[in-house]
């Protein structure tokens, strides 16, 4: 296992998922177009599938039903992008692009950019429960529940409100206080992300607590990353304006630590992932690989 | 089985609501406590929780698991007051006030707005899946297929997007046009409260196929119910302003039919919904009292 075989393994299940979601979003009907294309716009040609990865890479740890897997992982890319969908509202971060293209609610206006996000929420849970047999409901079930808590008041829609709160507030918020609102808001969807295979497979405990803390490890710094990104990255590798974080004075863990701190924090954030994986020994060099991109990675 | 009877089933249903919802929206923590407020205002004291009672009227059709029946019944509520949450929102209705009350936006800000209805809509597919057993999980899996299918693309959101259309859109909504919208928009997930104890109790395709043109037939009548309201109501039964809906345009069933034809139509409906209720004989007699409450109510 390389990087080159890494970067195969990631395209194709970028691949997969964008073919996934193409079909899962083919609806005809002229009356509610407006919406499909809000959904297309929001899911498409996006991003580097990170979350549909890690439930394709901690199922190849176990045995897995394939349909299962694919299903997961698509439903988590589904609520990844109504995320990013209504955090883009002209009510919330008020962002006009994404991936330097319009966002939902400028293309479409701020009404379909709402309901654009709400039918995503819908469908990751339609799909995700979809053909259930005696054989798999119970681990449908489970991910329903798991993924519900992960997207809601518990998970990202807590970390999103907790944002939200600091940017208000007058004092800086803390350190801790920012990696509590990444853990939530990115965190925890990437985290069942990684434990997902270890509930397909219906692994034991220690598996899937082992996985759980390499996604926790992997999302911070995944946010953290970021953050030195938008700090020290230049436009053309970002695709989107650096800096914007300092301009609004977003508190960032890189504001909270210092650019030379976090370069530390995120090096230890890296070697916990990889800590986090060494049950696995061989078999995990994928997920291993993941986290050496996510620390790495130029935009 | 007499209207007492029902009044007291009614009241009954909407405590049980009620207090489910309490503990499910116990939450303490501080740093979330503008969603969870949120969340509270947005379910909690609200409305006749009719769809409830059909989850629990339908359920008692057949022998149903009680705690899936109570799920289900919070689930479809959370998906109901999400619903209105976000159709609040100034890019949407822009209604400030809903049962005497600000609307969540105007009391908290649009931005824990659209983050309240995101929370309860995965609110609704956590309760709905959790607890679940190698006994039910198949019907939790089917469950939570059928609500999703009915909040997205294909209902709840598909019908508020065309509603959307309809308003802006130059020329008059047709009638069949108005129909499909309230097909979707409302009729969608009362069909399914009124089928999902057909789903619960395991019952057979024809159950559930009676039980859904039954909740089909309501669900218009509660629709062309609400406009006549409108229409003919006072502000002090109904506890918000008549006339709104011609005041703003808005395409309606009493629009396309006048008010003469839609008292028929609505009598037709209440039929229709009876006759669905013919293949369970004496033992539909709650939701056929159901029907009546809805063509008859004055607000």
């Not at 890494?6 to 979003?25: D, G, H, T, Y």
């Not at 995503?120 to 808590?149: C, D, G, M, R």
């Not at 990684?194 to 803390?213: E, K, V, Y």
């Not at 911070?220 to 609004?248: C, M, R």
């Amino acid at each position: 296992m390389n990087e080159d075989n890494f970067k195969a393994e990631l395209a194709k299940v970028a691949n997969k998922v964008e073919n996934s979601l193409k079909v899962a979003l083919n609806d005809q009907d002229q009356s509610t177009l407006e919406l499909i294309e809000g959904m297309r716009l929001a899911s498409l040609d996006g991003g580097k599938r990170i979350r549909p990865f890690l439930v394709h890479a901690s199922s190849a740890l176990f045995s897995s039903d394939p349909q299962l897997v694919e299903a997961t992982a698509l439903a988590i890319e589904c609520i990844h992008c109504y995320s990013l969908v209504h955090d883009d509202l002209p009510s919330m971060d008020n962002d006009e692009l994404r991936r330097g293209r319009p966002t939902v609610w400028k293309a479409k206006g701020e009404a379909t950019a709402v309901l654009t996000g709400d039918a995503l929420q819908a469908l990751a849970f339609e799909l995700i429960s979809a053909n259930a047999t005696p054989a798999n409901a119970l681990i449908k079930a489970q991910l329903v529940n798991e993924l519900a808590k992960a997207a809601g008041k518990t998970g990202m829609v807590a970390g999103q409100i907790r944002d939200l709160a600091a940017e208000q507030a007058t004092d800086p918020a803390s350190f801790a206080d920012v990696i509590q609102i990444h853990a939530q808001k990115t965190g925890a969807l990437i985290a069942f992300a990684s434990q997902a295979g270890a509930i397909i497979g219906g692994a034991d405990h220690h598996a899937r607590a082992a996985l759980n803390l390499y996604g926790e490890k992997l999302g911070l710094a995944f946010q953290l990353k970021d953050d030195l990104l938008d700090v020290v990255g230049t436009a053309t590798d970002l695709g989107k304006t650096p800096g914007k974080d300092e301009a609004s004075g977003k508190a960032t863990l890189v504001s909270a630590l210092g650019i030379e701190k976090a370069h530390t924090f995120l090096e230890n954030l890296h070697d916990g992932a990889l800590y986090a994986l060494e049950p696995f020994g061989e078999r995990a060099e994928m997920l291993r690989q993941m986290a050496r991109f996510v620390c790495k990675r130029q935009n």
